[in-house]
């Protein structure tokens, strides 16, 4: 009896036996799957964000290549032509109304001349000759940069109802409306006197002669190693080339 109660037991240990190590095997196998499972979720993880990374520095990549197309500074050249037969004038056109590179422009030329112009207009077509004319006779001085105003930037900033409009930028200074008649001689004169707003006077005889020769005129005397005077002097220049720009 007892020696079958220990075959018993030992049938009932070995079954027990065979029961666990179905059960680890199992256990195992879940373990795999799992595993396995994990992987995948993190390889697509992976590429998930790896494809979002992309798509995000390509959107970035696009737009920037994009905003150079449309706001790169358009510089032409016209020579050989029946305004300057024998110079290669040049100007800056912005056909979509741009203003971006505007402030550019501005800071690193002394004076700016801007037609603003709408494409369907024929006075800006027409007075778009007068533009090329001057831009010959004063691009070593003045930058030349012509505005399509119908459109973008421009038209949000200005807001025109009538084409074409003039302005005249002095660094430091501001800005001028050209308020008289779209003819080049007025044109030529005005440049000349924003050009040159002063007149600098040497001695008593060329003094008694500008007082003669003029209906009104003030006349400044300033000592140039004084600071104080220095900034007198630049005062009194702006307000010649705003007595210009109002008249």
Not at 53 to 79: A, E, H, V
Not at 181 to 188: D, K, Q
Request: proline residues 2%; aromatic residues 18%; glycine residues 4%.
């Amino acid at each position: 009896m007892q020696f079958y109660e220990s075959n018993n037991l030992k049938n009932k240990k070995i079954g027990h036996t065979f029961a666990s190590n179905h059960s680890i095997q199992r256990n195992i196998k879940n373990k795999k799957i799992l595993s396995i499972l994990k992987m995948v979720s993190k390889t697509i993880f992976c590429l998930a964000l790896l494809f979002a990374i992309y798509f995000t520095i390509s959107i970035q990549i696009s737009g920037s290549n994009k905003d150079k197309n449309i706001y790169k500074t358009k510089r032409f050249i016209f020579n050989n032509s029946k305004f300057c037969p024998k110079n290669d004038a040049y100007y800056y056109d912005y056909p979509n109304g741009d203003l971006l590179e505007i402030n550019y422009l501005i800071e690193n030329s002394r004076f700016s001349l801007f037609f603003l112009y709408a494409d369907w207009d024929p006075r800006s077509s027409y007075y778009a000759d007068l533009f090329l004319k001057l831009a010959c006779d004063f691009y070593k001085e003045i930058t030349f940069i012509s505005i399509n105003c119908f459109y973008g930037q421009c038209k949000e900033h200005f807001n025109l109802i009538k084409y074409p409009q003039i302005l005249i930028n002095i660094k430091d200074v501001g800005s001028i409306a050209y308020k008289k008649p779209f003819e080049y001689g007025y044109m030529i004169e005005h440049l000349n006197k924003i050009l040159r707003p002063l007149k600098r006077i040497d001695n008593f005889e060329e003094f008694f002669n500008f007082i003669n020769s003029q209906t009104a005129a003030l006349i400044g005397n300033f000592n140039f190693s004084d600071e104080k005077e220095v900034t007198y002097f630049k005062n009194f220049y702006i307000s010649s080339l705003n007595h210009i720009g109002s008249s």
